[in-house]
């Protein structure tokens, strides 16, 4: 038998491993280099699976390189550990509208807007969720109350065509 037997690494070995896997993943996404250091976050998801630092920057690289079903996978498994934060229902809810689940997409925007009532583009996304899903009213119920940044021109432009089609379904009737 000639067959090589490999121990199974420690705690402190796998510790090690951990660290270095983390630390040279957050040094290559400070360099930009994206796929890089998802192949290093992933390999520290292996060793400690329910890291949050691990989970939140593999959601944000799958997300940003939308891959938007392992996106919603990772966002799904940070809402199991903390079912509290706005923003891990909110990328859940973005990763589950791209994937096609508007349902699951505005349930968790509602959540969103439960926890943070002020979350503008929580309040943004859900409005093009109805206006898209051709529920125009309750769009503009979510999109006349955002109230901040870039998102207050972008609802006001999606207020105008939902407007326009109102007074054009009018006119015809």
């Known amino acids: 038998m000639n067959e090589k037997i490999i121990p199974f690494p420690g705690p402190k070995k796998q510790e090690s491993d951990f660290q270095f896997y983390l630390n040279r993943a957050k040094e290559l996404l400070e360099s930009n280099m994206f796929l890089e250091s998802l192949e290093y976050f992933e390999l520290a998801f292996l060793i400690k699976p329910k890291n949050v630092e691990v989970l939140e920057n593999l959601g944000g690289l799958y997300f940003n390189l939308e891959d938007y079903i392992k996106a919603e996978e ?67 119920k979510f999109l006349k109350t955002v109230k901040s940044g870039h998102y207050v021109a972008m609802a006001k432009g999606i207020i105008r065509k939902a407007k326009d089609e109102i007074l054009s379904k009018n006119e015809k009737i």
């Open 74 to 140: 990772v966002y799904g498994r940070l809402l199991r550990e903390d079912s509290k934060s706005e923003i891990y229902h909110y990328f859940y809810a973005l990763s589950s509208a791209l994937n096609h689940k508007s349902k699951q997409a505005k349930d968790h925007f509602l959540l969103c807007l439960k926890l943070n009532p002020d979350f503008d583009a929580a309040k943004y996304e859900l409005g093009v969720l109805y206006y898209t899903g051709g529920n125009i009213f309750e769009a503009l």
